[in-house]
């Protein structure tokens, strides 16, 4: 794992201001309080009244001490030198008339605020234990990990080191980390699901040079009947590797998700060349994650086949439902006229059948009532 891994960019960022604070960071870091006022107004002249509210202020935005305490913002300034009531901010300068004035102003900041050093024990190793949790419980890239260890040590009072020092131990911590992810990982298959996971980095066909592992990897491209069969051939293969029932519950769901897009981006030819410990848990935690992907695949499928088979029967139905209506009309004719010589007809009840089957025969009647009973 290599040790640097900040831009120049992120570097010259580091310890330093970038740009004006916006007034939630001008409220929250710069504002005076009744203790910050008195410690200030002890200073003689506005100069270094103004230039120790900068530096007790600075601190506490950025963790550190600037080499030149005046290089700040003019909204910096601007916002101490009203509070302070200071008219003329230019001044200022004057503060590095006496080289050692702001190392001795420095020095009495620490003091009175509880700043430590970042070798200072017992704080040192409390801040490496809280790195290694963070490292262990996520799995974010190390520049994020070195944006959040620089608040937390703003948080905790503690000077920022050098870029390189926080750097070379963020990369550091993160490889310990990596190491007893895969240490643990490694030891939980046993021997035989061992040799069914590295098999399946070995190439399977020599014609088309592809591994088990790439012929996995390919998720279903089409949404067919012989796609369905494909991705639960694709299921069987993942659950025949007995991975499913081993617990992996003492390690962090974010870390075998990163382990896994190794295993889904990285040649196969990579992954058989890791060490015997990194190889089989990046394969491990693949065969975890594949399963349940694999089985989302069958289920997206199979749900698309099924709505697909639902929408050609409705289709199919209204255009039995449409070719019908012509029979239904006829049928529904004959009906009503039947109905309509039931209830105008003189005929009595006895005579009235005949008179009706006299106009329409009784097959036909009988015929009519089926067919309208079929179709409505």
Known sequence: MPVSFLTEAQRQRYGCYVGEPTSEQLTRYFHLSDTDRVLVLKRRGQHHRLGFAIQLCSVRFLGTFLANPIEVPSGVIAYLA???QI???????????RSNTHWDHAQEIRQHDGYREFSDQPEHWQFIRWLYSRA???AEAPSVLFDVATAQLVERKMLLPGVTVLERLVSTVRERVAQRVWSYLARIPSTQQQSHLEALV????EKTRQTPLDLLRRSPTRWSAPALVDALNRLRQVRALEISHLNLGR???SRLKALSRTAFTV???AIARMPVERRIATLLSFAHEMEAIAQDDVLDLLGVLIQELL????REGKKERLRTLKDLDAAALQLGEACTLLLTSDETDGTIRDAIFTRIPQAKLAAAI??????A
């Open 136 to 138: 262990w419980v996520g």
């Open 370 to 375: 089926a067919l309208v009973e079929a179709l």
């Open 202 to 205: 070995v190439v399977g066909n």
């Open 82 to 84: 009203t509070q302070l």
């Open 251 to 253: 390690i962090p769901p």
């Open 267 to 269: 040649r196969a030819q």
């Open 87 to 97: 008219s003329n901010p230019a001044c200022l300068p004057r503060y590095l008339e």
């Open 311 to 314: 929408a050609k029967s409705a």
